[in-house]
């Protein structure tokens, strides 16, 4: 059974930094891993999308990478700003399996002024 | 934006009584899913759809029903609520490319 595990499960870092979220998953048997952004309250957003044959994607100032081999994902975030502040979840999808996802629990971010 | 929609948005209902969740989407994907969230277990796969009255279980199952008549509307029943129910349910689609794509959510509250 695949299981996701991010680490950290929260982390505040002042406005400006450069960070890096993690995502380790224990079946490399994957079709694709997604990370979303969810605010409280809210329903979760796709920011990004790797597939399988792929190494790293990214958006704006958001490049996630994907290694299978070792199991790893992550999620690295440029020039953070307070609007940043989000949970993030990552979720991996295993071939075959109707596209069901695995997700993790989340980092909690928060970026302070 | 995936156009998916759900309603209602908010529900308060009492134990015992049923209660049907609606998800909408405009893009004709093939798959929909329902989920819950809780705090400490995160998201949790209730059941899931593969196409037209083609639905399976997921992981919490249990006093849930679905059904999907219509590409674009999937359905889901809590046959007598519960107040382990209460959740925030949300439903996805998942795009050619196996990505998926959420609805805003329905926060549902069984008194």
């Known amino acids: 059974k695949q299981e996701v595990t991010q680490i950290p499960a929260a982390l505040s870092v002042p406005e400006g930094e450069n960070l890096v979220l993690n995502c380790s998953f224990t079946d490399s048997a994957i079709y694709n891993l997604q990370w979303f952004r969810q605010d409280p309250g809210k329903g979760l957003t796709s920011l990004l999308l790797?597939?399988?044959?792929?190494r790293e994607q990214t958006s704006g100032r958001l490049n996630a990478s994907l290694d299978k081999s070792s199991g790893r994902s992550t999620l690295y975030i440029a020039a953070s700003q307070p609007g940043d502040s989000a949970t993030y979840l990552c979720?991996?999808?295993?071939?075959?399996?109707?596209?069901?996802?695995?997700f993790g629990r989340g980092t909690s971010l928060i970026v302070h002024p | 934006d995936a156009g998916i929609t759900q309603s209602p948005r908010h529900k308060v209902t009492e134990t015992g009584t049923p209660v049907t969740l609606r998800c909408h989407q405009t893009e004709n994907h093939r798959y929909m899913y329902w989920y819950r969230q809780d705090p400490g277990h995160g998201l949790r796969l209730i059941h899931y759809s593969y196409g037209v009255k083609d639905t399976d279980k997921g992981e919490v199952s249990d006093g849930y029903s679905v059904s999907r008549s219509k590409t674009e509307d999937f359905l889901l029943t809590l046959e007598s609520a519960t107040s382990s129910q209460t959740s925030v349910y949300f439903c996805?689609?998942?795009?050619?490319?196996?990505?998926?794509?959420f609805g805003p959510g329905t926060r549902l509250t069984v008194t």
């Open positions: 979720a991996v999808s295993k071939i075959g399996g109707s596209y069901i996802p695995t």
């Open positions: 996805a689609i998942s795009d050619l490319k196996g990505g998926q794509y």
């Open positions: 790797i597939q399988s044959s792929q």
